[in-house]
């Protein structure tokens, strides 16, 4: 069942003397369920495609529909996790990943049960009542993740999430994060620049072609679950995907 | 390395009043314009021992914290309309950043004829003095948001006053700090001032009563505690906050 659907989206990147045309119209279709991963070459537009589907920014041209009906701003089905995470310093752990319940007029204890089960899920729940600077990279990113998780939307929209990180942490994140898919039943956009990245995580991957970018590419990625960066059977379709992107990537010389 | 600094202002504060004690032995001017240290601080202790010093704190004080307590209110809400609408800033902003350069002082003749003698003039001052600093501070604060913090807020839901009180101040607050710690400079500024022109009670009126009675001493005297008193509230409460804020902030 399609559970994202988008037509046609354009969007220019306006500068003060001209406007450049940043998506040249991206048809996506993503069902329910689906682990998407947006790749393409760095400023394409596949971040601000993220943050049109999350509501965050609107399309010069084109519709988003989320269960068919077109949307018009953000919304708790849609939750966007943010490169840097965004957490809130102000709060400890426990209160940042209950942000959202909060804001939903849920109560104090009911709050606490459900943020439990995800700063649980995320190995957080040692860390509940520290403070977001005193948190490394990669534990910013499994609260993010929380964060996210506890408002329990239809589609999660990450942007680049373990961009920040080291190989290790970033190893680790990437089997949780396919342990947290197929746990939850999520459907994922995510968008990243390392393909290895994206053939490990998705169940398709989008290759977005250079400004004015289309998906040039869908490719349906079939191994068993977990996969590990280091799987040798991934490597051919990483190369693939790696040839598809080259000379877009070549393009912007 | 702490202690070290602590020592050096320890040491240099006694050079300081021996220096001054030797100056005044050698009576170079005469000791009823030039007092010593000694007199000073006999004149601080005669005017703590008959309470007038602690009353004339303690009403000093009080007036400064209703003031400042109006200043922030005021100034935060101000701030943060001029940080969120356009048109505020653009029109009431720039009225702001005029009556800023007004002295708080200047503001005397107009509180004595709109609220007569009264407390309620003293506050008006320093209230005004300290309104502009605050709402200033908190508009550069709310316009340097990361904006991914209000995204996240808002994606999660937060929107009016939810938004306001839950992501806007707090991520705000480094900056709103500052504007508190200069609003109280100035509400303290105004105080006194204030206090010397019209008030009975205070440490600005204990300071003019020092002047009709010719006593440098008790001039002097006030004028040390005005001044401890300053450093105590910027070395100890306003510190304190900050250093709290910075490093949760992860501005450090």
Redesign the interface.
């Known amino acids: 069942m399609t559970k994202l659907e988008t037509k046609g989206i354009v969007k220019y990147f306006k500068h003060e003397s001209h406007q450049l045309m940043a998506l040249g119209g991206v048809d996506l279709n993503v069902e329910d369920g689906d682990f998407v991963c947006l790749v393409g070459p760095s400023g394409c537009g596949k971040s601000t495609f993220l943050r049109i589907i999350a509501g965050l920014e609107t399309p010069d041209e084109g519709q988003v529909l989320f269960d068919g009906k077109p949307i018009t701003t953000t919304g708790p089905e849609r939750i966007m996790v943010f490169q840097e995470g965004a957490l809130f310093p102000w709060l400890k752990v426990q209160d940042n990943v209950e942000f959202g319940l909060k804001m939903a007029g849920i109560p104090k204890e009911e709050r606490a049960q459900i943020s439990k089960r995800y700063l649980d899920m995320m190995q957080l729940t040692k860390f509940s009542n520290s403070f977001t600077y005193q948190l490394s990279t990669g534990m910013k990113q499994r609260v993010a993740i929380a964060r996210a998780l506890v408002m329990d939307p239809d589609v999660l929209l990450m942007d680049e999430p373990f961009a920040a990180l080291d190989a290790q942490t970033r190893d680790l994140l990437l089997v949780e994060m396919q342990l947290i898919w197929e746990k939850t039943k999520k459907t994922i956009l995510f968008v990243t620049h390392n393909v290895a990245e994206a053939v490990v995580l998705g169940t398709k991957v989008a290759v977005f072609s250079n400004r004015p970018s289309k998906i040039k590419k869908l490719m349906a990625v079939d191994f068993k679950r977990p996969r590990l960066t280091e799987d040798e059977n991934l490597l051919g379709l990483q190369q693939e995907i790696l040839s598809e992107l080259r000379p877009e990537v070549k393009k912007e010389r | 390395m702490k202690k070290n600094i602590f020592a050096k202002k320890i040491i240099f504060f006694i050079i300081l009043i021996l220096f001054w004690q030797v100056i005044s032995m050698a009576e170079i001017w005469p000791n009823n314009i030039f007092p010593s240290p000694y007199e000073v601080g006999e004149d601080l202790i005669f005017s703590a021992s008959d309470g007038s010093l602690f009353f004339g704190i303690g009403t000093s004080i009080m007036r400064l914290i209703v003031g400042l307590a109006i200043a922030i209110a005021g100034g935060v809400v101000l701030g943060i309309f001029m940080a969120r609408v356009e048109s505020v800033n653009q029109t009431i902003g720039s009225l702001v950043l005029g009556l800023q350069s007004i002295p708080s002082i200047a503001w005397v003749p107009l509180a004595i004829l709109w609220f007569g003698l009264t407390d309620g003039g003293i506050i008006f001052v320093t209230a005004i003095g300290a309104i502009f600093a605050v709402t200033i501070n908190t508009y550069t604060g709310v316009k340097n948001i990361?904006p991914?913090?209000v995204?996240?807020?808002?994606?999660?839901?937060?929107k009016g006053t939810?938004l306001i009180t839950?992501?806007l101040i707090?991520?705000a607050?480094p900056y709103m700090i500052s504007g508190f710690k200069q609003g109280w400079a100035f509400a303290w500024r105004g105080v006194i001032g204030a206090e010397l022109l019209f008030s009975f009670l205070g440490l600005g009126f204990l300071l003019n009563v020092g002047r009709q009675l010719n006593d440098v001493s008790q001039v002097i005297s006030i004028m040390l505690v005005i001044m401890l008193i300053g450093m105590a509230v910027d070395g100890f409460i306003f510190k304190k906050i900050e250093n709290k804020v910075m490093?949760?902030?992860?501005l450090r």
């Open positions: 990361d991914h913090y995204e996240a807020a808002r994606n999660m839901g937060a939810q839950n992501v707090p991520a607050f490093s949760r902030w992860g």
